[in-house]
């Protein structure tokens, strides 16, 4: 089975703290994702990386930013952590092209920045 | 105009109804179209792929309109356990943008 592994599951935060949120996949997925979700908004991509070392902001970039060092890893990274980056962030991963295209998602990592 | 739009909901149907939901997209180099169930604080997990044709998995039911560009889910004889929002997720031809539609909620009621 794929594995989306999503390290810190619940978070607190002071504002202005630096917040690493890392990503892990096991299936060799060349594209990974995160995204945040908020009620009445839905999923909205921050960044997405279609390979080591490559990264395209998404939808809502600002105050993130990412890594991509290794294929299996993914990290987002709030610079500055502000109060409306309270939310439930995402992580995803797929291979174009295999697998019916599927998206798999990480379980969740649930952000509060007081 | 939002690139992905789905019925807002929430739906509430009695444990044993037909439900519907649909979602429309605008780009019309979209290639690929799934549907994910969404639980409570939970991620996302695939529900089914959409193809061309049509296709059936059990009590759930998936189309694709291209020539109104719009996607279907259809859940026969509801169960309790139904409840849950439905995404659509759309994927361009490039294959490297993935859209979600904001979720549609389906509450099942006993």
């Known amino acids: 089975d794929v594995k989306v592994t999503q390290s810190s599951r619940y978070l607190v935060k002071r504002t202005g703290e630096k917040v690493f949120l890392e990503c892990v996949q096991d299936?060799?997925?060349?594209?990974m994702f995160w995204y945040r979700q908020d009620p009445g908004l839905g999923l909205r991509l921050i960044y997405f990386s279609y390979d080591v070392k490559m990264k395209e902001k998404g939808d809502i970039p600002e105050g993130y930013s990412v890594s991509r060092e290794k294929k299996e890893r993914f990290s987002l990274i709030l610079e500055s952590a502000s109060t409306n980056q309270t939310s439930m962030y995402l992580c995803?991963?797929?291979?174009?092209?295999?697998?019916?295209?599927?998206?798999?998602f990480g379980e969740g990592s649930w952000l509060t920045v007081v | 105009r939002k690139e992905v739009e789905q019925d807002p909901g929430p739906f509430n149907v009695p444990e044993g109804a037909t439900v519907a939901f649909n979602c429309t997209y605008s780009?019309?180099?979209?290639?690929?179209f799934f549907w994910y169930r969404q639980d409570c604080r939970k991620e996302p997990k695939l529900l089914m792929s959409v193809y061309s044709s049509g296709n059936e998995d059990g009590r759930f039911t998936a189309q694709l309109n291209r020539a109104s560009q719009y996607i279907s889910l259809l859940i026969r004889d509801s169960k309790l356990s139904d409840s849950a929002t439905y995404l659509c997720v759309v994927i361009n031809r490039s294959a490297r943008q993935l859209t979600f539609g904001s979720g549609t909620q389906l509450t099942v009621l006993p």
């Open positions: 780009n019309s180099a979209s290639q690929s």
């Open positions: 995803a991963s797929r291979t174009p092209g295999t697998d019916g295209n599927t998206i798999y």
């Open positions: 299936m060799d997925h060349e594209n």
